[in-house]
């Protein structure tokens, strides 16, 4: 059986450090056999790779894609520190994403699928989830994602 370690090596993907929280709240906790993470932007080396809303004559879709894939590795990231290592990662629950949406873009789960295709290619199965139109995200930002991983039985 592959591991989550050993899966994102073949990838070529890399773990990002945990992004530090923009506010009062902590990246990731443990609750049981789950790691659940707080929103995460898409922030790669300190700053963040997209903003704007998302849609005619406003940031492409496409880019927002992009982000949301940043934004779910750094869920992963904070979800294996809370858990103590990205092997004790067994798969993705759910994911719940939002989209800084100009008032006619209708397109977010589009949108959220660079998170769900990225956790596809990691993990086996599949996930639920939601993909929200919101106003505004906090610093600007395109996308948020937050995830719920199932955890492995401790080594």
Known sequence: MT??????????????????????????????AVARTSGQLPSAGGSLTCTGSVGQG???PAQAKEAAR????NALAAAAEAAGGLDRL???????????????????AAVLNGASELYGEIFEGGHIRSAVGVAVLPLDASVEVEAEFALTEPA
């Open 58 to 60: 406003g940031t492409d």
């Open 3 to 32: 591991t989550t370690s050993q899966r994102l090596t073949e990838l070529g993907i890399e773990l990002p450090p945990v992004a530090a929280p923009v506010a009062a709240y902590v990246p990731a906790l443990v609750d049981r």
């Open 90 to 108: 067994a798969g993705v629950v759910k994911v719940t994403g939002f989209v800084s949406s100009r008032p006619d873009f209708t397109g977010q």
């Open 70 to 73: 940043v934004a779910a590795l």
